[in-house]
């Protein structure tokens, strides 16, 4: 039996925000929540808060709830504006993993469950599930990983995905039913697809050159995106306002604060290096401590840089040129 998904996807005024870019996806990254939410509270966050942080799926011990249309990218694995795991691959949190225990372990069962239903969907195999470790370096599926259990979680989404007729390996087939098409199937409105996937009726009328929106007919296919120069770009509020600081800036006892760290931040978390899940007031606290330091590593990564977490001038100067 299919797992049921709930629905609870954020409001298209806040697609600027958590989901700017159209999204053909081509991996699930697993995540451990860093509390003990349930499934409706951690899609409830994230989707009320100011924080550019989000994901597509919440899965505790009872259901799993999405918060995010599957054609719309997400900001959940830290590695860039235009990183693969933020540009290509749907995210899937999986709740109560602070604590662990019984009901940890249950959103875990539902969880693999869940992702081998979304392989099966896409014609996928298990080749095609990373953990956010694998974008960025962070230790995360950290209870995962902490119980050194990353390949046994794998090897049981394979095994679950045999079970529901799944395959064994990648397919090249596009996906059905929520990527970049959709077919229509008995009851279904054009405005009830509209709202399920996260588009406008006037978008999925003018892609599908539907002059009527009550006439479309069982096994049509729709798009659900338009032509790819219509993919969104950091805006001007996103960017830095101002100039970047010069001079070597690093982790130190005491720690460096001020206006100069805070500008650091602010271009990080414009470019979505910046800050971790959950951080009070988006992470910009002007303290250039190891969560600084850490989102500038990751920034040099994945950049060409030595991956040091010291702010000097070639990271300043590669920083500004991703902004421009």
């Not at 119980?147 to 049981?156: C, F, I, L, N, T």
């Not at 500008?263 to 910009?284: M, R």
Request: with cysteine; glycine share 10%.
């Amino acid at each position: 039996m299919a797992i049921k998904v709930v629905k609870n996807l954020v409001s298209q005024e806040k697609y600027s925000l958590k989901c700017p870019n159209p999204m053909v996806p081509e991996y699930i990254t697993i995540h451990n929540t860093a509390n003990d939410a349930s499934a409706k509270n951690e899609i409830s966050y994230m989707k009320n808060n100011t924080s550019s942080t989000s994901y597509h799926f919440a899965v505790d011990d009872i259901q799993v709830i999405q918060g995010l249309p599957l054609n719309r990218n997400a900001w959940h694995t830290g590695d860039g504006k235009d990183g693969p795991g933020n540009r290509k691959s749907i995210g899937v949190e999986i709740c109560y993993s602070k604590s662990g225990g019984a009901k940890y372990y249950a959103a875990e069962k539902l969880a693999i469950k869940f992702v081998a239903q979304l392989l099966k969907e896409r014609g996928w195999g298990v080749d095609r599930v990373r953990k956010h470790q694998d974008w960025n370096g962070k230790y995360c599926p950290h209870r995962i990983l902490s119980e050194g259990r990353w390949d046994e979680v794998k090897a049981s989404i394979a095994d679950e995905l045999s079970k529901i007729g799944g395959k064994s390996s990648a397919s090249s087939g596009s996906s059905s039913g929520s990527g970049t098409t959709y077919t229509v199937k008995k009851g279904d409105t054009l405005s009830g697809i509209a709202k399920a996937e996260g588009v406008s009726v006037a978008n999925l009328q003018k892609w599908n050159n539907i002059k009527d929106p009550n006439k479309i007919t069982v096994g049509q296919k729709l798009k659900l995106q338009g032509s790819s120069s219509s993919t969104s770009k950091l805006t001007s509020s996103k960017k830095s306002s101002c100039s970047l600081p010069s001079g070597v800036f690093k982790v130190t006892s005491p720690m460096r604060k001020g206006a100069e760290v805070k500008k650091i931040q602010q271009a990080l978390a414009a470019l979505y290096f910046y800050p971790d899940k959950g951080a009070k007031n988006n992470g910009i606290d002007g303290v250039y401590g190891p969560k600084t330091a850490n989102a500038v590593k990751r920034f040099q990564s994945v950049n060409g840089l030595t991956a040091d977490g010291i702010y000097g001038p070639k990271t300043k100067a590669k920083i500004e040129a991703k902004l421009k």
